[in-house]
């Protein structure tokens, strides 16, 4: 058993102490935004904030969260889809497949959060998150769009 | 277990329905289909054509027969098909046809088969007229309610106007009359300089749900009452289950079966994934490795390499007498290049949910051919087409991994046999994605140049040895010994894959040598290894002529002008022959694959500590006609992603008959910090429809090699780089 706080609520799961954060938040709650790419914390597909930190969910066991530790999914980022990398990443057109843009889309909001005008460096030391249809320019250029704008930051 | 205690979703059959249309956005998916008769009664809506449904308030639905990937065709095809039909875009959403609707149907959309990057080479005529016969068919339904002459009726944004009488109709308030007539026997399409739709570089219908988490992939598919399974199959290719030990496993947490799957494989089925696998890591399986257990690397690269200089060879272009001129030449150049295994890697391991029963057999998958995930799962069911469907999902990538070979669709259904009437899904783990792969081909080649005493080129002989992949796959195709699909880039002039140079003696002959690793189609296909082995050579024999590699090239490209304008135009946007900043060097490189003609100028840097940056690439492409100028450009900067994460990483290493590298750690790729400025020149010149999505990747790591010479002296000639220690000597 774990009690988790999950995009805002409060929920009991019944799983095993070393159960994945990422497949109880996909099997157990039912959302399945947050992917699996590698189970390894490679590729950075199953990214969820945990209290506002980019988390790969993968290699995260349930145990090692309490409740009141906030995790928010992709699916808690934004009541409708817009947080302002949501829509810097329609207008830039961004996703190819789209398999990995949770997760990267979750990384790029955990890092302009914390850092809201990043280098061209910061970007790329935080960004490593794999996309083989190879979206980084775009990715890049839908960031650093609203870095310029201003809308995120603790400062 | 009863069914009842895994059945954790709270979906209904007709939420599913409402569910997964929603998740898709606009999109009716094909797995609403199993309940379609219920779904199409309510929402009857007669379509104008097969490829054209519109309904009463104006929403346009374009059905799609190639399958999205990422690649945009999806898009790109239904430009064409508004572009024709003159319909409102801003109305525009899409729908799969199901492969079981298109044999039903006498395949009324044609091929679904979505590789090879055809999807709009290919059938860009046939949905044109299915847009262009709708729009005729709108009008005349139009001009006979008004009693007027069609020809005197115009239509714009999906309003039909009779100018004479000040009269106009929406396409809503005419389909269902339009849908009743005859579909007209000429059908002319509109001419490419007067499209509005086409041509323009529109964004992409199907982002939005990828930004929320909302768009359902093949892995994260529900059904009620399904099971999850989890699979491994013996890692030595042509192994054998010996024996398991199901027993030690059965009380695990969720565990509901353990299954044989053929005479290779094992799959445990629980309640979610993670039990699966959790489950299968703990059984005990003891495998019969049979007669590959002993090969390597090594070995095949022996193999190979004996292959260089073998007697028999099959010819893929021939002309003079090549012994002849590298007999009498006054300096011959030779050298050996290799180029490795590599796994598709696609960002979505492979998965499919089957559902069967004694009458019928669906499977919901991610698939680059509906229809050859159909044929599969009727094989592996035992049951006659008829009885089954396949519903396609949007890929998590597919790069050709998932086209050919529907492996994980016979798996699946061989569980899904085993336990009648429960839908299961398999997600096969990342390990077991990286050790059955259809692997790219492993090839060797040996390049012999004859350079006269002026340093032109007089003779080349191009050796390849090694994997065919149509032998592993399409047999059949294999005509004498020969696989056409070889010689990718180096057939003679023609409008496939042609080579861009006029040698005057010139020999391309392929000794096939198929090791146990199983081949596949793998983004940019043959493409990749010939034009790094013969346009590093040709950079090799320019410096060996003391000749400007571009320069070298153009001599002898006088007979191939599209070939030559694109290198041109890449020379030209990069500023070749100008002064490149301090410490970066410049190469460049180009070929044609897939209808389309290519070329790139990459500038890279390498410190004194041996670590080498990617500036800048330069491309450019003139696929015939470019449908969407933006995605176009996006395949450009992902072919470069993944054919530079082949070329400074990628490698499958062979090891006692399996695959070494598991996960992404071992097999690195690509990813934003090494990523290149990339500028895009698209130089469309009409009259012909090349692919987009391939063609540009061959051209990435030929110019980053001949950029690393310039800059290091040093040739790379076996990948990936990540072998090679470019400190200066």
């Not at chain 2, 095809?77 to 729908?95: G, I, N, S, Y």
């Not at chain 2, 709108?138 to 039909?160: F, H, L, N, R, Y």
């Not at chain 2, 780089?721 to 000597?729: C, E, M, P, V």
Request: net charge neutral; with cysteine; glycine share 10%.
């Amino acid at each position: 058993m774990a009690k988790l706080s999950i995009n805002g609520k409060t929920i009991d799961v019944a799983v095993e102490d070393d159960t994945p954060l990422l497949w109880v938040i996909r099997e157990q709650i039912g959302l399945t935004g947050t992917k699996y790419g590698c189970g390894v914390a490679q590729c950075g597909a199953c990214t969820v904030h945990i209290d506002g930190v980019a988390t790969r969910s993968c290699t995260m066991p349930v145990s090692a969260l309490t409740a009141e530790q906030k995790i928010v999914t992709i699916e808690g980022l934004s009541p409708d889809g817009n947080h302002p990398i949501q829509k810097a990443w329609i207008e830039h057109d961004v996703p190819q497949c789209g398999f990995c843009q949770s997760g990267m889309i979750m990384a790029a909001a955990a890092l302009l959060q914390a850092n809201p005008k990043p280098s061209d460096a910061d970007i790329a030391a935080e960004m490593t998150n794999i996309c083989r249809c190879g979206t980084y320019n775009r990715v890049k250029a839908a960031i650093k769009d609203v870095a310029a704008g201003g809308q995120l930051g603790r400062g | 277990m009863s069914l009842a205690s895994v059945t954790d979703t709270k979906l209904s059959r007709r939420s599913i329905l409402k569910g997964s249309a929603a998740a898709a956005g606009a999109f009716s998916f094909g797995f609403a289909i199993p309940f379609a008769d219920e779904a199409q009664a309510q929402g009857a809506v007669p379509e104008v054509n097969a490829w054209v449904v519109i309904h009463p308030d104006d929403k346009v639905v374009i059905r799609i027969a190639r399958s999205e990937m990422g690649q945009g065709t999806l898009t790109g095809l239904a430009q064409l098909v508004a572009e024709e039909l003159d319909c409102d875009w801003a109305k525009v959403t899409t729908e799969y046809p199901t492969p079981g609707q298109n044999l039903a149907r006498n395949r009324v959309w044609g091929n679904f088969s979505t590789g090879g990057s055809r999807g709009i080479r290919e059938s860009n005529e046939y949905v044109r007229k299915g847009g262009a016969a709708a729009r005729m068919m709108m009008v005349q339904a139009a001009a006979d309610g008004w009693q007027v002459p069609a020809a005197e009726c115009s239509v714009a944004k999906g309003v039909i106007t009779h100018k004479a009488s000040g009269r106009s109709i929406r396409y809503g308030e005419v389909a269902a009359a339009a849908s009743k007539l005859q579909p007209p026997a000429n059908v002319p399409l509109k001419d490419p300089k007067d499209w509005i739709i086409a041509g323009k570089p529109l964004k992409r219908l199907d982002t939005a749900d990828k930004t929320t988490g909302k768009k359902v992939y093949g892995m994260d598919f529900k059904l009620p009452g399904m099971l999850n399974a989890a699979i491994k199959d013996c890692p030595v290719f042509g192994g054998k289950v010996k024996s398991f030990d199901a027993a030690k496993i059965k009380d695990m947490p969720g565990v509901k079966h353990v299954l044989p799957v053929g005479d290779s494989a094992i799959a445990v089925v629980a309640d979610s994934w993670w039990h699966a696998k959790t489950a299968l890591d703990a059984l005990p399986i003891t495998w019969d490795e049979g007669e590959h257990a002993k090969v390597s690397s090594e070995s095949i690269a022996a193999w190979l390499k004996e292959g260089l200089d073998a007697p028999q060879a099959a010819v893929g272009n021939q002309n003079g007498d090549v012994k002849g001129a590298i007999a009498n030449a006054a300096r011959v150049i030779e050298q050996v290049y290799s180029y490795p295994f590599q796994n598709h890697a696609c960002m979505e391991v492979m998965n499919a949910t089957a559902l069967y029963t004694a009458e019928r057999c669906e499977v919901w998958t991610p698939t680059q051919n509906g229809e050859a995930a159909l044929a599969a799962a009727a094989e592996a069911s035992g049951l006659p087409l008829a009885k089954c469907e396949a519903y396609k999902i949007d890929l998590g990538g597919g790069f050709g991994r998932r086209g050919a070979v529907h492996d994980w669709v016979r798996q699946v259904v061989a569980i899904a046999k085993q336990i009648p009437g429960t839908p299961v899904k398999l997600i096969w783990s990342r390990e077991e994605d990286m050790l059955h792969g259809r692997f790219h081909p492993v090839t060797q080649c040996k390049l012999t140049g004859a350079l006269d005493k002026d340093g032109n080129l007089t003779g080349l002989h191009m050796r390849i040895s090694g994997q065919s992949i149509v032998a592993g796959i399409f047999p059949q195709n294999i005509q004498n010994g020969r696989d056409p699909v070889v010689f990718q880039g180096l057939n003679p002039p023609g409008p496939e894959a042609s080579i861009g140079y006029t040698v005057p003696n010139l020999l391309i002959d392929h000794a096939m040598r198929n090791p146990h690793v199983p081949p596949g189609f793998w983004r940019g296909v043959n493409l990749n290894q010939n034009a790094i082995y013969l346009e590093c050579f040709i950079d090799e024999l320019a410096h060996a002529a003391g000749k400007d590699p571009l320069g070298f090239r153009r001599a002898l490209m006088k007979d191939h002008p599209k070939h030559l304008a694109v290198l041109n135009a890449a020379a030209e946007k990069a500023g070749w022959g100008t002064k490149a900043p301090e410490g970066v060097y410049r190469g460049i490189c180009q070929t044609m694959g897939f209808g389309s003609y290519v070329a790139a100028v990459a500038e890279v840097s390498v410190d004194a500590g041996g670590k080498l940056k990617i500036h800048r690439i330069v491309a450019a492409t003139d696929p015939g006609h470019a449908v969407n100028p933006a995605q176009i450009e996006r395949q450009v900067e992902g072919s470069f992603v993944y054919g530079l994460s082949a070329a400074l990483y990628g490698e499958c290493t062979v090891k006692d008959g399996r695959m070494v590298e598991e996960n992404f750690d071992s097999y690195q790729v690509m990813r934003m910090d090494e990523m290149p400025a990339v500028e895009t020149v698209i130089v469309p010149s009409g009259g012909f429809w090349g692919g987009v999505g391939e063609p540009t990747i061959a051209v990435a790591a030929p110019a980053v090699l001949n950029a690393i010479f310039a800059a290091t002296g040093k040739r790379v000639r076996n990948l990936p780089l990540k072998n090679t220690d470019l400190r200066k000597a």
